[in-house]
């Protein structure tokens, strides 16, 4: 059994900052890359930004600049450090871990966590 737990969301004002934090526990094995996810009411889920376990990184156009993904291989944890937030970064945000179990990665998705920016 794997979890990701997400936590690190609010409500801030336009300009501030937010770091969300995905910790997966459980039979893990080894987790690939990483990544979060957001969706804004009456839109589809997108990509926010994704890790590799290597560390490569890359990011939707609408955050390079502001947000930075960042992992601790030792604890499982992937994280989100978000700056400058915009009123349109209002959504839930969900983390992703490719975790391998025995020799089988699986998808796993974490609950999510509101971010509300206020303008």
């Known amino acids: 059994q794997v979890q990701l737990v997400e936590s690190g969301g609010g409500l801030v004002q336009a300009g501030g900052s937010l770091r969300l934090s995905c910790a997966a526990s459980?039979?893990?094995?080894?987790?690939?890359?990483m990544g979060w996810y957001r969706q804004a009411p009456g839109k589809q889920r997108e990509l926010v930004a994704a890790?590799?376990?290597?560390?490569?990184?890359n990011y939707a156009d609408s955050v390079k600049g502001r947000f930075t993904i960042s992992r601790d291989n030792a604890k499982n944890t992937v994280y989100l450090q978000m700056n400058s937030l915009k009123p349109e970064d209002t959504a839930v945000y969900y983390c992703?871990?490719?975790?391998?179990?025995?020799?089988?990665?699986?998808?796993?998705w974490g609950q999510g966590t509101q971010v509300t920016v206020s303008s």
């Open positions: 992703h871990g490719g975790v391998v179990v025995t020799a089988i990665s699986y998808d796993y």
């Open positions: 459980g039979s893990i094995f080894s987790i690939n890359a």
């Open positions: 890790i590799t376990s290597g560390g490569s990184t």
